[in-house]
């Protein structure tokens, strides 16, 4: 299995590429993948990167709480359905008994106006995101915060009571998930090889920025697919060390 920021995962003719003089100068004479994205050198890299991950599958992370009575280990993963996540959600408030009467009945209606208003847009699909350092990027931080998801938490105001029990709710974990390439819906052209080659960059040199790329499937991922699900405070550390460790020994 690939791991995007693991360079131990990384197939041997990529890492032969990254470590060519050739490519290197390229990343030390360019402050944007976009300006040498088109070099045969980064393209090699990107055609290789997705040859290897079709085989081999890459894993993939999905930043979400976790109900102790609901493991996504035994349970898996599926795409999102509107309908049936706010149905599954009123559900849980009534058998727990968690929230007061009045409550209830204001998530139910504040439930349904935003479906009748939404787009749509994320129906139908279930994010991932390909680099780990992403579980410690702001842009993560509401996914650990509220239970539920953005399906859920954005039809409450700041400030609302909803949020406050949706906080109390379950545990942040990141589950990580092997899937093939070819089931994967990036959210950018190239976007595996692009993040790998932007934390290789990184690597020599600290002020590029990581390219912190999503792709979105369509199907439910069943338990086998899924490798592991981290308390989301251990995951993040831990990969903090792991990229102290690799970049120091890149730069020494």
């Given amino acids: 299995m690939l791991i995007i920021d693991d360079p131990v995962t990384w197939p041997s003719e990529v890492r032969a590429i990254l470590e060519s003089s050739r490519l ?6 360019h402050e944007w993948l976009d300006d040498i994205e088109s070099q045969a050198l980064v393209r090699n890299v990107c055609e290789r990167v997705d040859d ?9 992370y999905h930043f979400t709480k976790e109900l102790d009575s609901k493991p996504y280990s035994a349970q ?5 359905n509107f309908t049936m996540h706010h149905e599954e959600f009123l559900t849980h408030l009534q058998s727990e ?3 007061s009467e009045s409550l209830y009945r204001e998530i139910e209606s504040r439930l349904i106006d935003w479906r009748v ?31 539920g998801g953005e399906a859920i938490y954005r039809a409450f105001p700041t400030g609302h009571e909803a949020l406050q029990l949706l906080k109390s ?4 974990v990141v589950v990580e998930a092997k899937i093939s390439r070819a089931l994967l819906r990036p959210n950018r052209d190239n976007a595996l090889g692009r ?17 912190f790329s999503e792709a979105r499937v369509t199907q ?6 899924i490798k592991a699900v981290y308390d989301r405070h251990v995951f993040v550390e831990g990969t903090r060390k792991a990229y102290d460790i690799w970049s120091t020994a890149k730069r020494a």
């Fill in 169 to 172: 709710m379950g545990r942040p």
């Fill in 52 to 60: 290897f991950s079709r085989i081999n599958g890459v894993a993939c």
């Fill in 220 to 225: 439910v991922i069943p338990p086998a697919w």
């Fill in 24 to 29: 290197k100068g390229l990343l030390q004479n």
């Fill in 97 to 99: 008994g968690i929230c």
């Fill in 195 to 211: 993040s790998l080659i932007s934390y290789f960059a990184q690597s020599m040199d600290s002020t590029i920025g990581l390219e």
């Fill in 117 to 147: 208003r939404h787009t749509g847009d994320r129906n139908g699909l279930l994010a991932f995101c390909l680099l780990r350092q992403t579980a410690s990027d702001s842009s993560a931080h509401d996914l650990f915060h509220y239970y």
């Fill in 76 to 80: 898996g993963l599926r795409p999102l």
